[in-house]
């Protein structure tokens, strides 16, 4: 965060509060809900606004003592580059009348955004530290004040929705189904926030049809593209035109899985209920050690192909504002009661847009199960940079299958069967090299007492 405390012949001593970087690759950021306004007291730790980063809406939580003097960027201001000025504090006792006529221009103006440092899903994902030089210095002038970086911790995850005006994951999207327009929508939730029962008591003004009936309007709905949704359509558009694709299926029976998770889930007195995604993850651990190259990542920078030596698994999960991948990290020395307390952890802080970055940054490679939905039979996925691989799970089904030696027509027997796709990066996993991690990975959870050794 910058700061700057000066003393112009107009203004009594004040500090200058700059547009935080609240993650790697944050050049700019949208202004959502001030939790302060001018003349209220700040303590460290107490949230002064809610951001939108490229990643996230997120608490920006103030360190330092103060009162908020002026706000310089209203709630719902966009593309704000990191560095710029945003508010004014000054210290408890002083005057906060003089600064009703400070513009952005006394805090030493705006700047352009400085360029996005390039994005590894490896990296760490801690917010860098003030002096990284992931903000800009600002403009130095005689008679304006100068910013100098100040510490910025402790922000958390929040829903990455479009926060003008506030409106519940929910209650978004039946808006959306219904074509009422939320701008309209007057919130009765804490601090004005549009509810679910506010959407459904929505009554058009004058008795006009929603935008999309049949009444008159137009026939669809635009809604604006949420930073994280366009960092998610920007990644997956760079993996699919830089990471040549190949994609290996096959046909893997879970009978005796699914009775191993019954027995288990049986005997477990409610202290954990496993799933069959918990053991196709701590599978695609075992084929992650046992084929490594899969477990790698491309490196073209450095001219290197990485071999990861721990099997950290991102768990694809869908949620209110797109699709997150949690990590299980070393997947490799968990047992499958951690694996799947992990799980239900990560995917429902996941859901709740609670995550840290280093939640869901990072990963060696990728799992996305759409079993849940009977109608997916079988998928491909797109690769997430710059890991080498990735593993699509369809569908659990009942297939009739002959029994060895009978010649009658009715000697068969009911095998549940599921048909899974990885995706390999050519550039780092030879097609060889993919269809014998399918063949482990086939192996061990056709046999899935080895998942327990």
């Given at each position: 965060?910058?700061?700057a405390d000066v003393t112009p012949p107009a203004f009594p001593p004040h500090t200058v509060v700059s547009m935080p970087a609240l993650s790697p690759t944050m050049t700019a950021g949208n ?89 590894e899903a490896s990296e760490s994902s801690e917010p860098p530290a003030s002096s990284s030089g992931t903000a800009p210095p600002a403009a130095k002038e005689e008679s304006k004040p100068t ?193 799947s307390a992990q799980v239900k952890d990560l995917g429902k802080r996941a859901r709740d847009g609670k995550l840290k970055p280093e939640e869901y940054q990072g990963g060696t490679f990728t ?87």
């Amino acid at each position: 965060m910058g700061t700057a405390d000066v003393t112009p012949p107009a203004f009594p001593p004040h500090t200058v509060v700059s547009m935080p970087a609240l993650s790697p690759t944050m050049t700019a950021g949208n202004i959502g809900t001030w939790q302060k306004k001018a003349g209220d007291s700040l303590s460290p730790g107490d949230v002064l606004v809610e951001i939108e980063t490229d990643k996230a809406q997120m608490d920006f939580e103030f360190q330092e003592e103060g009162v908020l003097a002026k706000i310089l960027k209203d709630a719902g201001e966009k593309d704000v580059a990191v560095g710029n000025p945003i508010a004014v504090m000054v210290e408890e006792g002083e005057d906060i009348a003089p600064f009703e006529s400070f513009t952005l221009e006394d805090a030493g103006g705006e700047k352009a955004a400085p360029a996005p440092p390039k994005e590894e899903a490896s990296e760490s994902s801690e917010p860098p530290a003030s002096s990284s030089g992931t903000a800009p210095p600002a403009a130095k002038e005689e008679s304006k004040p100068t910013a100098t970086e100040s510490e910025s911790t402790g922000a958390r995850l929040q829903t990455s929705l479009e926060r003008e005006p506030a409106i519940s994951p929910r209650a978004k999207v039946l808006a959306l189904e219904r074509g009422v327009p939320i701008k309209e929508v007057k919130g009765t939730g804490p601090n004005g926030r549009v509810t679910e029962a506010d959407i459904e008591k929505y009554k058009p003004a004058g008795g006009a049809a929603p935008a999309g009936s049949s009444t008159g309007g137009p026939a669809y709905v635009d809604s604006p593209a949420s930073s994280m949704r366009k960092t998610i359509a920007n990644r997956l558009v760079q993996s699919v035109n830089e990471n040549p694709h190949y994609f290996v299926s096959s046909t893997v029976s879970v009978s005796k899985l699914l009775k191993l998770r019954q027995a288990l889930n049986a005997s477990a007195d409610g202290r954990y209920k496993l799933s069959l995604n918990d053991f196709l993850i701590k599978a695609c651990g075992v084929a992650c050690v046992k084929v490594p190259a899969v477990n790698s990542s491309w490196r073209g920078d450095e001219g290197v192909i990485r071999e990861h030596k721990s099997v950290d698994v991102s768990v694809a999960v869908a949620t209110p504002v797109g699709l997150m991948t949690p990590i299980v990290k070393s997947v490799q020395g968990l047992g499958l009661e951690s694996i799947s307390a992990q799980v239900k952890d990560l995917g429902k802080r996941a859901r709740d847009g609670k995550l840290k970055p280093e939640e869901y940054q990072g990963g060696t490679f990728t799992i996305s199960n759409m079993g849940m939905n009977p109608a997916v039979e079988r998928f491909t996925a797109v690769i997430n940079p710059p890991q080498a691989g990735i593993l699509a799970v369809g569908t659990t089904k009942k297939v009739a299958v002959p029994v060895e030696g009978a010649d009658s027509v009715d000697g068969v027997e009911w095998d549940e069967q599921i048909v899974v796709t990885g995706s390999f990066d050519h550039k780092v996993v030879d097609g060889a090299v993919g269809g014998e991690w399918i063949r482990e990975f086939k192996k061990v959870v056709e046999n899935p007492l080895e998942l327990l050794l």
